[in-house]
């Protein structure tokens, strides 16, 4: 009878001590994820901002300084404090003498893998974008990502117009994105052959940025002051 009992609790225990065993491997993963986590946050974080700075200087030609600026609850530009996150922010960049020369502007949407994100000069005297640059991607190798290299597809970026109308409250033309050939107008994007979803998608995202931005910007453009 008691070696029956035995062989009964033998079942029990093993299990018992391979669930303990198992909890605490659980237990050991998830601190060390959690502490991968911390030990990279910060470093991810500072990279991140790094290519940020870099991407403002090259949409915006022949800056020297550059200064962030968020958009206040009343509709106003406010410096941004170091380590201050705000939903809406600007970067405004200035020539050697601390003349406005421009502003970066980051935008975002569905592209054809996943939200693109990139970040675009305007000129707010000639009413132009002046530079362009993707900064997080997930399109396809070799068609989508010609977003970030095609010379041709870069070149829409140089000198696009995106005029506003009189009292500034919209765009004159909307930014369009036309098929690869097809660009007769200086506010249209000319696509690229294969990558139709991605190229749409530039188009799309510059338009609504645009759209809600500049309208924005050029009425509080005396706010955008190096000091």
Same mark, same amino acid.
């Given at each position: ?37 911390? !030990?990279?946050?910060?470093? $991810? #974080?500072?990279?991140?901002?790094e ?6 200087? @090259? +949409? &915006?030609? *022949? ?29 405004a960049?200035?020539?050697?003498? !601390?003349?406005?020369?421009? $502003? #970066?502007?980051?935008g ?8 693109? @994100? +990139? &970040?675009? *000069? ?17 399109e ?49 994007v ?38």
């Amino acid at each position: 009878m008691s070696a029956t009992i035995e062989q009964q609790e033998q079942p029990t225990s093993n299990s018992k001590k391979m669930l303990t065993a198992m909890v605490g491997i659980g237990a050991l993963c998830a601190l060390l994820i959690v502490l991968t986590y911390e !030990g990279t946050a910060e470093r $991810i #974080a500072f990279l991140k901002q790094e290519a940020l700075q870099n991407a403002i200087f @090259k +949409v &915006l030609p *022949g800056i020297e300084k550059t200064r962030a600026f968020y958009l206040d609850k009343e509709g106003h530009f406010q410096p941004l404090a170091e380590n201050q996150k705000e939903a809406t922010v600007v970067y405004a960049g200035f020539t050697g003498q !601390g003349e406005l020369a421009g $502003i #970066a502007i980051q935008g975002a949407g569905q592209g054809y893998a996943d939200v693109i @994100k +990139v &970040l675009y *000069g305007y000129n707010p005297q000639k009413e132009e974008i002046v530079g362009f640059y993707v900064l997080e991607s997930k399109e396809t190798p070799g068609l989508g990502d010609k977003i970030e290299k095609d010379e041709v597809f870069l070149s829409n970026f140089e000198a696009m117009d995106v005029k506003l109308n009189a009292d500034k409250s919209q765009l004159v033309n909307p930014v369009t994105t036309v098929k690869s050939g097809e660009k007769n107008n200086l506010w249209e994007v000319d696509g690229i052959t294969g990558a139709t979803i991605s190229s749409r998608a530039i188009g799309n995202i510059l338009n609504e940025s645009t759209s809600e931005m500049l309208p924005i910007i050029q009425r509080n453009i005396s706010e955008l002051k190096i000091q």
